[in-house]
């Protein structure tokens, strides 16, 4: 059973940076596909970045200003968010599986977080 646990969420200021980790349990977790979603009220969880051995995988909206990546020995993942704006307030979740066809797919990932909240303020 793979546990994930986010940490890192807060309220920060429009052009401001956090940086999300995401501590995971598990003897094999270095190779599974990590990833972030994240999620406001009444949409959708959506797709922010992913990270697997073939590479790493934005979405449009957080491309040049996110930034993800691991450390297999700590077994966490770490998303840093420069540049942030109001719009990408919301709950931040972490996502993992061993086997990931298609990394932008949420029904793709088996272990899910708990969930940090992100708030920029204008």
């Known amino acids: 059973q793979v546990q994930l646990v986010e940490s890192g969420g807060g309220l920060v200021q429009a052009g401001g940076s956090l940086r999300l980790s995401c501590a995971a349990s598990?003897?094999?977790?270095?190779?599974?596909?990590m990833a972030w979603f994240r999620q406001t009220p009444g949409k959708e969880r959506e797709f922010v970045a992913a990270?697997?051995?073939?590479?790493?995988y934005y979405a449009d909206s957080v491309k040049g200003r996110f930034t993800i990546s691991r450390d297999n020995a700590k077994k966490t993942v770490y998303l840093q968010m420069n540049s942030l704006k109001p719009e990408d307030t919301a709950v931040y979740y972490c996502a993992s599986s061993p086997t990931v066809a298609v990394v932008k797919e949420l029904n793709d990932y088996n272990y899910w977080g708990q969930g940090t909240q992100v708030t920029v303020s204008s």
């Open positions: 598990g003897p094999t977790v270095s190779r599974y596909t």
């Open positions: 990270i697997r051995w073939s590479g790493t």
